[in-house]
């Protein structure tokens, strides 16, 4: 199967979103939605972020934690070191029959 190559930065913002208690794939789909793309979320204001349904001041709070980068960054690098592919729900190639499932 071929997958879409993710930029470093991507790939690490789509781990550091999974990390991140609380949200689940509607609200990060809703995060994506709102601001473009997954590395887009961390750069936005978190003023813009409370206007998004479902995003309250505690979920913002966790989102920008650091530990979640760092856990994050840790993935990726086990993810290059062992040559592992990553497909995500944004992808070309993202099975199509997956992608109408939460």
């Known amino acids: ?15 550091r979103l999974q990390h991140v208690p ?9 995060l994506i939605s709102h601001c473009g793309s997954p590395s887009a979320i961390f750069e936005d204001k978190k003023q813009n ?14 989102l920008f934690d650091l530990e ?3 856990a994050a960054e840790s993935e990726y690098n086990y993810v290059l070191k062992n040559y592992i592919s990553c497909t995500y ?3 070309e190639y993202y099975p199509n029959n997956l992608k109408h499932c939460i």
Request: without cysteine; proline residues 0%.
């Open 1 to 15: 199967m071929k997958t879409t190559q993710h930029t470093a930065d991507e790939l690490v913002a789509i781990l």
């Open 49 to 62: 972020l409370l206007k998004i349904d479902g995003i309250g001041t505690h979920t913002i709070r966790h």
């Open 22 to 30: 609380n949200i689940g794939d509607i609200l990060a789909k809703k």
């Open 68 to 70: 979640h980068l760092e």
């Open 89 to 91: 729900f944004l992808d």
